[in-house]
């Protein structure tokens, strides 16, 4: 089990997920000196279904993410109180990391880089991060205090146990979406509407730039990718 059971739930579906976007890639790729046996129809079918799960997965990993957070957060925060003003040496090091390992099988490291910082590191049996998982999405920064200072994981190089929930936070994870295959389907549609405004305000350009003498610069559009 990973975590918590409704995480390991949650894991599984969507690695489930993944499977079948693989096997949609493959039906859509193109077989170069190859016969195409597939009908068009089924190609295009499978593209529709492949773009909107390729968006429902992000948005799953982030959920992912999310509830990771949450379900590990009191422990991190318990550790902390615990080894309050404790000097984070090598051994210290290792008797925290090995508490969240045999807790959630995730590694835990305490640092003031950027001000101060808190690695969680999700892992495998071979120790190595999983899941899918970067090595810095579980980067939990601390915020700054009423008085403009940034609060520390260290002090001297020991151990903060008073930092609250309220302190820290997992750095560029939205909010859980509750439903990530209609938020994707509600992403796609906005995104395909927005794509068509673009296509319209260039084939505008193109004919304003059309009526300009040499002098007067010609206007682009720039920024805007044509793909999620």
């Not at 997920?17 to 195409?36: I, V």
């Not at 902390?80 to 590694?107: H, V």
């Not at 190089?157 to 994870?173: E, H, M, P, V």
């Amino acid at each position: 089990m990973f975590i918590n059971e409704a995480i390991t739930r949650y894991m599984e579906e969507t690695a489930t997920k993944r499977r079948r976007a693989n096997d949609l890639e493959e039906l859509t790729r193109p077989q170069w000196g190859k016969p195409c046996k597939t009908p068009i129809k089924d190609i295009e079918a499978a593209a529709a279904e492949l773009a909107l799960l390729n968006i429902e997965l992000k948005i799953r990993h982030d959920n992912a993410r999310r509830m990771i957070y949450d379900a590990t957060l009191p422990a991190i925060l318990d550790i902390l109180k615990k080894w309050n003003g404790k000097p984070y040496g090598e051994k210290t090091k290792q008797k925290i990391s090995d508490e969240m390992k045999a807790r959630f099988n995730c590694a835990l490291y305490l640092s003031n880089t950027y001000g101060g910082k808190i690695d969680l590191v999700p892992l495998n049996g071979e120790g190595y991060t999983n899941y899918n998982f970067r090595y810095d999405e579980f980067d939990i920064f601390t915020r700054y205090s009423s008085d403009g200072q940034q609060i520390h994981v260290l002090n001297d190089n020991r151990i903060n146990g008073a930092i609250t929930a309220d302190d820290i936070y997992l750095s560029n994870c939205p909010a859980i979406v509750a439903d990530p295959a209609a938020r994707a389907a509600e992403i796609l549609t906005a995104f395909t509407e927005l794509k068509r405004k673009q296509d319209q305000f260039e084939r505008e350009i193109t004919q304003f730039n059309n009526l300009l003498p040499s002098g007067i610069e010609r206007r682009h559009i720039s920024g805007f990718r044509n793909y999620l």
